[in-house]
């Protein structure tokens, strides 16, 4: 089949696999939120010297980009920046006498809304209050996103400092008109300044977000965009398909249904997005990111150390990740929980001295290695013949025609997953998800493509 047509036969709603079971199938009913702090004692009791990751999440932006989907509150007030940060360090507080002992920190990621949103003063503040109730891996990895419109010197300098070693700008398009309709207008200059500053200062990988199928992307400005990226090439890439969810996310609304390039235009802008990334020598990751073959997510890959969580690939598989702030979520390799969403909520639990946990599940140990299982399908394209033997025969004969298609390949006695069919990770992982297909509700996931 021509790979356009499998493209528009596998574009359907599939789970993103940041975890499983995918969110909307956890089994909240059971999960108990005054039970997490056993849970989080149980799975760091056998968490190994590899040590753990924190996700840290800053929900505040001063404008609201109308195509985001994450949780972030608005405001020009700074003064909410200690309060916050405060309660950051509460609850991390609750959880060192949850885990029971000193723990060695391999990752910090810095997530939002808009990390930079806080100044360079309280982040560095932050950060070294954690550092100071913990062990430092010595091979530690240390990221933040960061705004091109609001991310100063100072912010990366002050990071640099505490060990941040990489940092990912949200860009989206270059296109003036994409910009204004989705409210996030920053200029080229702007981006290359802050992509010089990391550089500069030290930063091994800087990261590119770029989103395709935003109001008024046509193939012509997805080509100025990559031509604007080329100039400044940046070790990595996420190439991001937008999620119209206006049911979800009110202020995707600020434009309309027919501003979108959907069906057939959508997938030509993927297609367009992905050849020109790979001419400008980039490597397929796989799940819409691509990296520089220098860059350490493809050595990584390389090397089969690829890992995969709430905070994307990673090149090390911390296998207990923490979540702080609103709305974050924690992987603890035997359970997941996510905690509350609104700030005022989430400082009121920690203030009270209660983990600020709402939901959650615990994983069965059949969940835990059809786990194993997708992960090594995300990260090291590979499934073994008893993985195979174990599909019930409808989901066999799935697989069948995928390896037909030239999506999947015999290697012995197991499967590789193509060149052609890291594009269709996603529906392959849900060959091997015996929840998917069994929700109730329509728009529970997000289109392939």
Request: hydrophobic share 35%; charged share 25%.
């Amino acid at each position: 089949m021509e790979f356009e047509k499998l493209v528009e036969k596998y574009d359907k709603p599939v789970p993103r696999y940041t975890s499983f079971p995918a969110m909307p199938n956890w089994r909240t009913e059971d999960f108990v939120a005054g039970d997490w702090a056993k849970e989080v004692r149980k799975g760091f009791e056998v968490t190994d010297e590899d040590g753990i990751s924190l996700y840290i999440h800053l929900p505040y932006c001063e404008s609201l980009c109308t195509y985001c989907g994450c949780n972030t509150r608005i405001t020009v007030n700074h003064a909410v920046e200690l309060p916050y940060i405060h309660a950051l360090l509460a609850e991390w507080k609750l959880y060192l006498k949850a885990l029971g002992r000193k723990p060695v920190i391999r990752e910090i990621h810095l997530g939002g809304g808009t990390p930079t949103f806080f100044s360079a003063e309280n982040l560095e503040y932050l950060i070294r209050s954690v550092l100071r109730t913990a062990d430092l891996h010595p091979e530690h990895a240390f990221s933040l996103e960061g705004h091109p419109g609001n991310t100063t010197k100072a912010h990366l300098q002050s990071l640099y400092n505490v060990g941040f070693r990489r940092v990912s700008y949200g860009i989206q398009d270059f296109d003036l008109k994409v910009q204004k309709a989705i409210n996030r207008i920053q200029t080229f200059e702007e981006v290359k300044q802050v992509t010089d500053w990391a550089r500069d200062i030290g930063y091994e990988s800087v990261n590119f977000d770029l989103i395709y199928g935003l109001p008024f992307q046509t193939e012509a400005s997805i080509r100025n965009t990559v031509k604007r990226v080329s100039e400044l090439m940046p070790d990595r890439i996420a190439y991001y398909s937008y999620a119209h969810v206006p049911w979800f996310k009110p202020g995707q609304r600020a434009y309309s249904e027919e501003d979108l390039p959907k069906g057939e235009a959508k997938r030509r802008l993927n297609a367009l997005g992905r050849e020109e990334l790979l001419k400008l020598g980039y490597k397929d990751i796989g799940m819409d990111h691509f990296a520089l073959p220098t860059d350490a997510l493809y050595l990584a890959m390389q090397s089969g150390q690829l890992h995969r969580n709430f905070m994307g690939y990673t090149e090390h598989n911390s296998s207990f990740m923490i979540g702080l702030g609103t709305s974050a979520i924690s992987d603890l390799g035997i359970a997941y929980g996510q905690n509350v969403k609104t700030v005022e909520q989430y400082i009121d639990l920690v203030d009270s001295g209660q983990l600020p946990v709402f939901k959650g599940h615990i994983m069965s140990e059949f969940e835990q290695e059809t786990r194993s299982l997708i992960l090594n399908i995300i990260c090291n394209r590979w499934m073994t013949s008893h993985d195979v033997d174990g599909l019930p025969e409808d989901r066999k004969l799935i697989f069948q025609e995928m390896m037909e298609e030239g999506l999947v390949g015999q290697e012995w006695n197991d499967f590789k997953v193509s060149d052609r069919g890291v594009q269709f990770l996603r529906n392959i992982c849900s060959v091997f998800d015996p929840n998917f297909g069994s929700q109730r509700k329509t728009k529970v996931f997000s289109q392939s493509v």
